[in-house]
């Protein structure tokens, strides 16, 4: 994780949950909020609608956009795309 403080100009952390096989969910959004800071991450920020953060990721109209995190989360953003 210290690469990413590095190259990102802004980090938006979210949450899912999702039920498809299992009911899982991710990980309190303030523990990695927490270690972002505490690398020295710039312009953080919690988000824990992944849809209002996925909104704020596209009006904040950066020249590259990355998502990451789990499938789960994945799959649920990618299922917007187009959408909006």
Not at 12 to 27: A, K
Request: glycine letters at 4%; charged letters at 20%.
């Amino acid at each position: 994780m210290p690469l990413i403080k590095d190259i990102a100009s802004e980090i938006i952390v979210t949450t899912f949950e999702s039920s498809q096989d299992l009911p899982v969910t991710s990980c309190p959004p303030e523990d990695i909020y927490n270690e972002l800071v505490a690398i020295g991450a710039n312009s953080v920020s919690i988000e824990a609608s992944n849809e209002q953060a996925y909104k704020k990721l596209l009006n904040s109209n950066p020249k590259e956009l990355i998502i990451t995190g789990s499938f789960y989360l994945i799959a649920q953003i990618r299922g917007r795309v187009g959408h909006d």
